[in-house]
T-cell receptor, first 113, second 113 residues
Framework: DTEVTQTPKHLVMGMTNKKSLKCEQH?????MYWYKQKAKKPPELMFVYSYEKLSINESVPSRFSPECPNSSLLNLHLHALQPEDSALYLCASSQGQGPQPQHFGDGTRLSIL | AQKVTQAQTEISVVEKEDVTLDCVYE???????LFWYKQPPSGELVFLIRRNSFDEQNEISGRYSWNFQKSTSSFNFTITASQVVDSAVYFCAEGGANSKLTFGKGITLSVRP
């Protein structure tokens, strides 16, 4: 079992739906990340939160909206997604921002119909 | 700009064989960090090791060993006496002072019984 918990594990949604991905860690880490991973590709960084503040946004379309309610939780709100957004979404955390080892969750497999 | 090259895309070995996964990096930073992650079919990335640019000591952890050579900009990973559970995609990555990891394309390792 990983120490970073992501829910749901699988999500199928239509292009007009609104849904949220959730991530939780209880390791006391102060940096949290969202990655997108397409099949047979490496993960691509989307967002970084450090001490609950957004510190990096890799020019992600506004249909993806991150939220960090507290140091243990990270959400990714989804709205009006496109079929090309179908991917594995990975959450990670690290002790702090910087070149720290990142601990990943199992991911949410998202399919857009 | 950082670049990580994993020239091998797929490797297939028979159980108990030794296998080396190659990683070559490019960076203009004088201080940098190198990582290896394992991604089993379940999806999560598992942190294996981090080395900084000032520490060229090779490291051994059980059946795993890493050979860091700045002269050739390489950070190779060897699995001794491979096991079926080693089957996964392995990513080499480079990171600097920020939290961004530059991943290689990954190597799919299949270990046959």
């Amino acid at each position: 079992d990983t120490e970073v918990t992501q829910t749901p594990k699988h999500l199928v949604m239509g292009m007009t739906n609104k849904k949220s991905l959730k991530c939780e860690q209880h390791m006391g880490h102060r940096a949290m990340y969202w990655y997108k991973q397409k099949a047979k590709k490496p993960p691509e960084l989307m967002f970084v939160y450090s001490y609950e503040k957004l510190s990096i946004n890799e020019s992600v379309p506004s249909r993806f909206s991150p939220e960090c309610p507290n140091s243990s939780l990270l959400n990714l709100h989804l709205h009006a997604l496109q079929p090309e957004d179908s991917a594995l979404y990975l959450c990670a955390s690290s002790q702090g921002q910087g070149p720290q080892p990142q601990h990943f969750g199992d991911g949410t497999r998202l399919s857009i119909l | 700009a950082q670049k990580v090259t994993q020239a091998q895309t797929e490797i297939s070995v028979v159980e108990k064989e030794d296998v080396t996964l190659d990683c070559v990096y490019e960076t203009r930073d004088t201080t940098y960090y190198l990582f290896w992650y394992k991604q089993p079919p379940s999806g999560e990335l598992v942190f294996l090791i981090r080395r900084n640019s000032f520490d060229e000591q090779n490291e051994i952890s059980g059946r795993y060993s890493w050979n860091f050579q700045k002269s050739t900009s390489s950070f190779n990973f060897t699995i001794t006496a491979s096991q079926v559970v080693d089957s996964a995609v392995y990513f080499c990555a480079e990171g600097g002072a920020n939290s961004k990891l530059t991943f290689g394309k990954g190597i799919t390792l299949s270990v046959r019984p």
